[in-house]
């Protein structure tokens, strides 16, 4: 309480104005006169009215149907919500009608009676979103006791940065290495900078939460990381990415073999028993089509003898001769001559010489 003059009594007060993004607090001075001398124990009814609307503005990205608020920033090509919040905690405005009028500082603008807004940019940059509030309610007046228009405004604005999503992570490097042997990896993200990078290498790919892990800020899009691993074994390395408007996750496995131990030495090894097996099936076929074909040749031999021969022909031209009984009665005889003969060509007859 300030010092005032006999009948004067001034008090400080402390406004919370909420017309910004951010609250700021500014001061007023409340002035009270009295026709007479002001004493101890007094009382007076004060009557006060706001001059302007307060509230303040909030921006919101819709992800997975949800809304997230991200503080100022949103991501390109993804629907953004800005809303404006009426601080009226004495319900002052209760019967009051709104009107809102945007610009959203790319050349825009738009009326409405929602106290909020969508919108879809696929411009990437920092922008400066302004919103004037028009209240208006109908009141008795205090002077002439007629129904009088009462209108209030309010002016607010708030910075709006469009950025692009985090689209992907590209993990460039081997999935193989050794023991006590540096691994060098290279990480490209499609996204817009400032990039929050978090990385973890365990046996298994878990979800990075928190700051469970090694956390950089890159100002580009690529970042190099090298580990040495002490055991053998299968590893993972996850990796989250995220700029302020939207988060990604990656996994890249990764083989750990002992010292001295080459992935290529099981292939060639591989490579050589397939060869020997097919060898040997490949010999054991061919050995055995070989017995076969010496088996039938051996069959095609012909032991009859000529004289047979010329025997049959002429029996078979004497059969279209005769009749067919004729030919059927030699036919058999023939038969019968044909084996005696066949099992005495085996006996050869020895000749007899007298000096």
Avoid at 36 to 50: D, K
Avoid at 121 to 126: K, L, P, V, Y
Wanted: net charge negative; charged share 15%; with cysteine.
């Amino acid at each position: 309480m300030a010092p005032a003059a006999p009948g004067m009594l001034r008090l400080t007060s402390v406004l919370l104005l909420l017309g910004r993004a951010a609250p700021a607090a500014e001061e007023y001075d409340l002035e009270i006169t009295n026709n007479g001398p002001i004493t101890t124990g007094a009382q007076a009814t004060v009557h006060a009215s706001l001059k302007f609307i307060t509230g303040n503005l909030t921006i919101a990205q819709i992800e997975d149907s949800r809304f997230i608020t991200r503080g100022s920033s949103s991501s390109t090509g993804a629907v953004t919500r800005i809303s404006f919040c009426l601080h009226d905690p004495s319900h002052y405005f209760k019967s009051a009608s709104f009107v809102y009028n945007w610009d959203f500082g790319d050349g825009l603008y738009q009326i409405t009676k929602e106290p909020f807004v969508y919108q879809n940019s696929s411009t990437m940059g920092n922008r400066t979103v302004h919103l004037k509030v028009i209240a208006e309610w109908e009141q008795i007046g205090s002077i002439i006791r007629e129904r009088e228009m009462v209108q209030k405004t309010g002016d607010f604005t708030t910075a709006l940065a469009l950025l692009d999503a985090v689209k992907s992570i590209n993990v460039v490097g081997s999935r193989e290495t050794h023991v006590m042997e540096n691994l060098s990896l290279s990480l490209h993200i499609n996204g817009t900078p400032p990039l929050a990078l978090c990385w973890l290498i365990k046996s298994e790919c878990i979800p990075l939460e928190g700051e469970k892990c090694h956390l950089v800020v890159i100002n580009g899009s690529c970042y190099n990381l090298s580990h040495t691993f002490s055991d053998a074994g299968q590893y993972c390395l996850s990796v989250r990415v995220e700029n302020g408007v939207t988060m990604l996750q990656t996994y890249h496995e990764i083989k750990v073999w002992p010292t001295g131990i080459h992935p290529a030495f099981f292939v060639l090894l591989c490579i050589a028993l397939v060869s020997m097996m097919l060898g040997l099936v490949l010999y054991t076929t061919f050995r055995s089509n070989t017995q076969q074909k010496d088996l039938i040749e051996v069959a095609d031999f012909d032991f009859s003898p000529l004289s047979d021969k010329n025997l049959s022909s002429q029996s078979e031209s004497g059969c279209n001769q005769i009749c067919c009984r004729s030919c059927f009665l030699w036919s058999s005889q023939e038969a019968v001559r044909e084996s005696h003969e066949l099992l005495h060509s085996f006996y050869k007859p020895v000749k007899m010489y007298t000096v």
